[in-house]
């Protein structure tokens, strides 16, 4: 699109007349694999690389060759200081800055970190600004989550027996994360089980038509078919219903809801249904109805637990069943919400990741994994582990892996990688300590190149069935001390090999040496070498972790070709 596109009708000219200064910035972009923005000249005329053409939603491709203060207007009254602060010379950054856009045709909600840096030329003129960025919406809006959850998940239990109240404390936590649900509205079944009442509700600007009309319906459908229902056109059949304080935004209508059944343990039909406002300032994708199932997963527990106290022995059994339903509650939370900071990995041919938290917790851990598709047929694989547990180990686990990789994708040396992640953890509060393994896969060589922070030796097991143990690129964990010299080795990798990378979680026991649980994983990859990646991770899953650890587990399999 750039090679093609009509230069001449720009401020920047045609492509012969451009500078080198023009040229070199424009390359730099353009054969990077991080998100990059080019802003040159007065008019900050917009170049930009593929990473970067999905942040701009629907202006993309118009936004290539214009002015970016055209482009970026609903946001320019926050970009600008940082522009001029540039063009002065001066490089700015920015960490999960909130910026409301409309580049889908509505007022979205988005989060980004970004530096914008000076593009100087000989002389020391500045002709314009680099913008390197990376949109953390998607963990930012999990974090954020997390903690909902966390709250609904500690709620004590209601021993009074009251379901009222209990609900009315539920929503309590609701009514405090506006920004993700507007409204919450709780209806359950009279004794008799068929008609449904209102119970308690937050959030709520005007009352509307909530005995009959389009939620009533569906809360009965939902409660009929055990099925969520989507409720849309509420702005303008129930105007008003819901606008003060719905998120950082502003007062908006609120134009669509979902409707979840409250299933309790061992029950053939729902005890109600949570009625929970999207904001209109979000997109409803997969993880914001993950996030309401899981609370209305919480809810259900919650109304479940007071009709349990309430009923007494005749209903000890259904309390039981209750409990088992929030254990099975936490450990969801965790495993959505861990894979929700982790994001998506489309993982090459050849490899397999899985990751497990602790057995009954709501808390997120540090393990992490991380494959990165690098050029000329070579994988960049890294595991580690952060000290501690809950969302601050996630957040220094997220800021790790992001650095990781991109060190990855500029370095792919895992020595510098690790020796530049020494310096980034040196800064993050709850870095220091972190281990990390991390190598580089070629497979047109058939080599690994590997070092290691502090971490477990990766285990590489040859087709015949013999057993290294990487363990000779081994240093100190990061931010440990100043200019930590961090050594790499490189093996040959035969065709048929198999390489564990692992945290500790998959092999250590309190009642066992740690050598016993790498010893362990060893005579399962032996085992199952000739299987495929997903069935050997499958295999090495069930043999190591069906005692149910005390801590989280990842861990990364590739097969050599």
């Given at each position: 699109?750039?090679?093609?596109?009509?230069?001449?009708?720009?401020?920047?000219g045609p492509q012969d007349d451009w500078s080198p200064t023009l040229r070199t910035a424009v390359s730099t972009a353009l054969n990077s694999r991080f998100p990059f923005l080019l802003m040159w000249g007065p008019e900050l005329?917009?170049?930009?690389?593929?990473?970067?053409?999905?942040?701009?939603?629907?202006?993309?491709?118009?936004?290539?060759g214009r002015s970016a203060r055209e482009v970026w207007s609903d946001i320019w009254d926050a970009l600008d200081p940082m522009v001029e602060e540039v063009m002065a010379g001066r490089a700015t950054y920015s960490e999960d800055l909130l910026l409301v856009m409309t580049r889908h045709g509505w007022e979205e909600e988005t989060y980004f970190s970004f530096s914008f840096s000076p593009v100087v030329e000989p002389g020391g003129r500045v002709v314009g600004l680099l913008d390197t960025v990376v949109e953390t919406t998607h963990r930012v809006l999990a974090a954020r989550r997390l903690g909902i959850l966390q709250r609904l998940g500690s709620l004590p239990r209601a021993a009074h027996?009251?379901?009222?109240?209990?609900?009315?404390?539920?929503?309590?936590?609701?009514?405090?994360?506006?920004?993700?649900?507007?409204?919450?509205?709780?209806?359950?079944?009279?004794?008799?089980?068929?008609?449904?009442?209102?119970?308690?509700?937050?959030?709520?600007?005007?009352?509307?038509?909530?005995?009959?009309?389009?939620?009533?319906e569906q809360v009965r459908q939902a409660?009929?078919?055990?099925?969520?229902?989507?409720?849309?056109?509420?702005?303008?059949?129930?105007?008003?219903?819901?606008?003060a304080g719905a998120g950082p935004i502003g007062g908006t209508d609120v134009d669509t809801a979902v409707v979840l059944p409250l299933t309790?343990?061992?029950?053939?039909?729902?005890?109600?249904?949570?009625?929970?406002?999207?904001?209109?300032?979000?997109?409803?994708?997969?993880?914001?109805?993950?996030?309401?199932?899981?609370?209305?997963?919480?809810?259900?527990?919650?109304?479940?637990?007071?009709?349990?106290?309430?009923?007494?022995?005749?209903?000890?059994?259904?309390?039981?069943?209750?409990?088992?339903?929030?254990?099975?509650?936490?450990?969801?939370?965790?495993?959505?919400?861990?894979?929700?900071?982790?994001?998506?990995?489309?993982?090459?041919?050849?490899?397999?990741?899985?990751?497990?938290?602790?057995?009954?917790?709501?808390?997120?851990?540090?393990?992490?994994?991380?494959?990165?598709?690098?050029?000329?047929?070579?994988?960049?694989?890294?595991?580690?582990?952060?000290?501690?547990?809950?969302?601050?180990?996630?957040?220094?686990?997220g800021q790790l892996r992001s650095a990781g990789r991109a060190l990855l994708l500029e370095s792919r040396s895992p020595?510098?990688?690790?020796?530049?992640?020494?310096?980034?953890?040196?800064?993050?509060?709850?870095?220091?300590?972190?281990t990390v393994f991390c190598a580089v896969i070629?497979?047109?060589?058939?080599?690994?190149?590997?070092?290691?922070?502090?971490?477990?030796?990766?285990?590489?097991?040859?087709?015949?069935?013999?057993?290294?143990?990487?363990?000779?690129?081994?240093?100190?964990?990061?931010?440990?001390?100043?200019?930590?010299?961090?050594?790499e080795v490189e093996v040959e990798v035969s065709a048929g090999s198999t390489l564990l990378l692992y945290t500790d979680g998959l092999v250590?026991?309190?009642?066992?040496?740690?050598?016993?649980?790498?010893?362990?994983?060893?005579?399962?990859?032996?085992?199952?070498?000739h299987l495929g990646p997903a069935q050997l991770g499958a295999l090495l899953t069930e043999r190591l972790l069906s005692d149910a650890p005390d801590d989280d587990v990842a861990f990364v399999l590739f097969r050599c070709g």
């Open positions: 699109m750039i090679l093609e596109h009509d230069w001449g009708t720009t401020a920047l005329v917009m170049v930009y690389n593929d990473d970067y053409a999905p942040m701009l939603g629907a202006r993309h491709p118009a936004a290539l027996g009251n379901t009222r109240e209990a609900v009315s404390t539920a929503l309590g936590i609701l009514a405090d994360a506006r920004s993700d649900c507007p409204f919450g509205i709780v209806y359950l079944t009279e004794d008799d089980g068929e008609q449904p009442r209102l119970v308690a509700a937050q959030g709520l600007s005007a009352q509307g038509d909530l005995v009959t009309g389009p939620i009533p409660m009929v078919t055990g099925q969520t229902r989507t409720v849309t056109g509420l702005a303008s059949q129930l105007p008003g219903l819901s606008t309790a343990a061992g029950a053939e039909r729902p005890v109600g249904a949570l009625v929970l406002g999207a904001s209109p300032h979000l997109a409803l994708d997969e993880d914001y109805r993950i996030f309401m199932s899981l609370a209305a997963g919480q809810v259900a527990a919650t109304v479940t637990d007071a009709q349990a106290v309430a009923a007494e022995r005749r209903r000890a059994e259904e309390r039981a069943q209750s409990e088992r339903a929030r254990a099975q509650f936490f450990s969801d939370v965790a495993v959505t919400l861990q894979r929700a900071v982790l994001g998506p990995t489309v993982l090459p041919e050849g490899f397999a990741v899985h990751y497990g938290p602790a057995t009954g917790t709501l808390e997120v851990g540090g393990d992490w994994y991380d494959v990165v598709d690098l050029p000329d047929g070579r994988y960049g694989v890294v595991v580690g582990d952060v000290v501690g547990r809950g969302l601050p180990a996630a957040a220094v686990m020595a510098h990688v690790l020796s530049a992640l020494d310096r980034f953890a040196a800064l993050v509060p709850g870095a220091a300590v972190s070629d497979g047109t060589t058939g080599s690994v190149r590997y070092s290691s922070a502090g971490h477990l030796p990766a285990l590489l097991v040859a087709a015949d069935g013999t057993v290294r143990h990487l363990e000779e690129g081994r240093a100190l964990p990061l931010a440990v001390v100043d200019g930590c010299e961090r050594p250590e026991r309190r009642d066992e040496a740690l050598d016993e649980g790498i010893g362990r994983a060893a005579d399962a990859l032996v085992e199952g070498r």
